[in-house]
């Protein structure tokens, strides 16, 4: 049996509403415990410079550039994932010399794989000096130099997941944060995986235009407007829905779209229900209609965008990942502890079915030396 590391992961999605953290053990093949999670919210000077850094992102050609916001702001993510772990092992009463590594995903401004050009931001090798622990980082950039899509990346870990699940037929495990992907899984050979389309990002940014607030809290207001079924058929127009996986989005892809002529009860209702709509298209251009689909991500705390989601994909079951004992909240933090394991073992982290890579590929760099 291969050595059993423990992992502490760590995660800011497209969102940008914290950092998740997250400890498991696992030898990188199986999941042998799952240890606390915990959670640092981005202050709201630290989620407008991140939507600063966003907007300067854009005119990037050369990834290891920092021009206008993106130095502050690595900066500050490169403090608050510091921070969040130094918390963490603190709450949790865990020793440092009891963790083996940290998977350090960073905070994404820029995804063109069609340019052969991913960006996260945050030092990784500051971060490990600061933590004085391994920390691997810049996990997507191998699978994207290589042609790849560089997104997702948990599908690996979802299958890990999968293995305890009885069903009688295919899974698909979404998860919902900025953007939207999926898993899909049948048995252990087959794997594919891509973004769907826009997750909470449109939302949230409709929210906070709207109505000051960050995002749909419960998906109470959408739940009290009317969705634009029109509008919604409209937006499904965009080819991106039709291509077959793998595929793969920025966080920005869909910002053109408005609904800003709407009540913001409608507006919401609308976004939610594109939301849920560009999860069920996925299914024709899969092997076979999934039994089941299991929601994980700020998504699943909305039970608005859930119930959507089960009308369209129906007789399918849709249920939360808390459901069957995973961490909805937790699970890509998880992961990147997962993806981290797997990086210094060299074992895949992408496959030709999830990013559309040539060939199975690892990735990820690490600072601070190796695990002892």
Request: glycine share 10%; net charge negative; with cysteine.
């Amino acid at each position: 049996m291969t050595k059993t590391l423990r992992a502490i992961g760590l995660m800011s999605g497209t969102s940008m509403d914290g950092v998740d953290v997250a400890m498991i053990e696992t030898d990188g093949e199986q999941v042998t415990a799952f240890g606390p999670s915990g959670y640092r919210p981005y202050s709201a000077d630290e989620r407008s410079l991140l939507r600063d850094a966003l907007a300067d992102a854009i005119v990037l050609f050369d990834r290891d550039e920092r021009p206008g916001a993106l130095a502050p702001a690595e900066r500050t993510v490169t403090n608050a994932h510091a921070e969040a772990v130094e918390a963490f092992l603190s709450t949790h009463g865990i020793a440092r010399e009891n963790v083996d590594l940290i998977g350090f995903h960073g905070q994404t401004v820029l995804h063109r794989p069609e340019q052969r050009l991913t960006v996260q931001i945050g030092d990784g090798e500051e971060l490990a000096a600061r933590l004085g622990l391994p920390v691997v980082y810049d996990m997507r950039a191998a699978d994207v130099a290589a042609g790849g899509q560089g997104a997702p990346l948990v599908p690996v870990y979802h299958r890990a997941l999968a293995r305890g699940v009885a069903d009688n037929g295919p899974l698909v495990v979404v998860n919902i944060g900025g953007v939207s992907n999926i898993t899909y899984i049948d048995g252990d050979e087959t794997l594919i995986a891509c973004d769907t389309g826009p997750g909470n990002a449109l939302l949230d940014d409709f929210m906070l235009r709207n109505t000051g607030r960050s995002f749909d809290a419960g998906g109470e207001l959408g739940a009290q407007g009317q969705a634009d079924e029109i509008w919604v058929e409209r937006a499904l127009q965009n080819p991106f829905f039709t291509a077959a996986p793998p595929k793969s989005l920025d966080r920005n892809h869909f910002a053109a779209l408005t609904v800003e002529g709407k009540s913001p009860a409608d507006g919401a209702a609308t976004l939610t229900a594109f939301t849920a709509a560009s999860i069920a298209a996925i299914v024709p251009l899969l092997p076979k209609s999934p039994w089941t689909f299991i929601v994980a991500g700020g998504g699943a705390q909305n039970p608005t965008l859930l119930s959507m989601l089960r009308d369209r994909v129906a007789p399918a079951s849709v249920k939360s990942a808390d459901v069957l004992g995973w961490s909805a909240d937790a699970m890509e933090a998880q992961a990147f502890a997962f993806l981290a394991v797997r990086s210094i073992k060299r074992l895949p982290l992408t496959f030709p079915g999830t990013t559309g890579v040539a060939a199975a590929l690892t990735g990820g760099l690490c600072a601070g030396g190796s695990p002892s």
